[in-house]
């Protein structure tokens, strides 16, 4: 059974900060992972999707990266803003289990002006 | 632009009264998914449609139910909502391996 782990929990970084934030998966047989913002309150905006074959996805000041072999993602922010204050949730797409989608816990992000 | 919207944003009902949620796309996505989240928590899938098909995920209680009428609608029935369904209900859909998209969400609280 997939499972997605996002570490850390919670974060707060000062305004102007790049930051990493981490998603590990325990199995590898996925189409694709999909990054998603979540305000509180609200539904889930997707940031980046990143097939299987890929490496990477960029968005403005958002990096996505892929290592399928070893489990894992990461979501790399630069120049953080007060703005990107959000839950952030990545998902996988696993492809031994139908259409179905696998949520990590998320990553509770603050930056600070 | 072509999108998934859901009506309510916020719903209020009464304990033990039936509730029904609505979602509709523009993406002509072939799935549609209906997700439960709870404060803090990652959404958990109820069922989702892979066209008509109807897929109901092993623990999801008899009390939700769901209709797909046609490719555009889907919804959501609650026959006796209790206080423990208070939660987010969020609404999605795909096609192929071109990830998902989400609604806004309805807000059910339960009185």
């Known amino acids: 059974k997939q499972e997605v782990t996002q570490i850390p929990a919670a974060l707060s970084v000062p305004e102007g900060e790049n930051l990493v934030l981490n998603c590990s998966f325990t199995?590898?047989?996925?189409?694709?992972l999909q990054w998603f913002r979540q305000d509180p309150g609200k539904g889930l905006t997707s940031l980046l999707l990143?097939?299987?074959?890929?490496r990477e996805q960029t968005s403005g000041r958002l990096n996505a990266s892929l290592d399928k072999s070893s489990g894992r993602s990461t979501l790399y922010i630069a120049a953080s803003q007060p703005g990107d204050s959000a839950t952030y949730l990545c998902?996988?797409?696993?492809?031994?289990?139908?259409?179905?989608?696998?949520f990590g816990g998320g990553t509770r992000l603050m930056v600070k002006p | 632009d072509a999108m998934v919207i859901q009506n309510p944003r916020y719903q209020v009902t009464q304990f033990g009264k039936p509730v029904t949620l609505s979602c509709s796309q523009t993406l002509n996505h072939n799935v549609m998914y209906w997700y439960q989240q709870k404060s803090s928590q990652a959404p958990k899938l109820l069922f989702h449609?892979?066209?008509?098909?109807?897929?109901n995920e092993a623990d999801t209680p008899d009390n939700f139910q769901s209709r797909r009428p046609n490719t555009s609608f889907c919804f959501l029935d609650i026959r006796s909502p209790g206080l423990g369904d208070a939660a987010m209900y969020l609404c999605?859909?795909?096609?192929?391996?071109?990830?998902?998209?989400f609604g806004s969400g309805t807000r059910l609280t339960v009185v």
């Open positions: 990143i097939q299987s074959s890929q």
């Open positions: 199995d590898s047989a996925i189409y694709n």
């Open positions: 999605a859909t795909s096609a192929g391996f071109y990830g998902y998209t």
């Open positions: 998902a996988v797409h696993n492809n031994n289990a139908g259409n179905m989608l696998t």
């Open positions: 449609y892979y066209d008509k098909d109807f897929n």
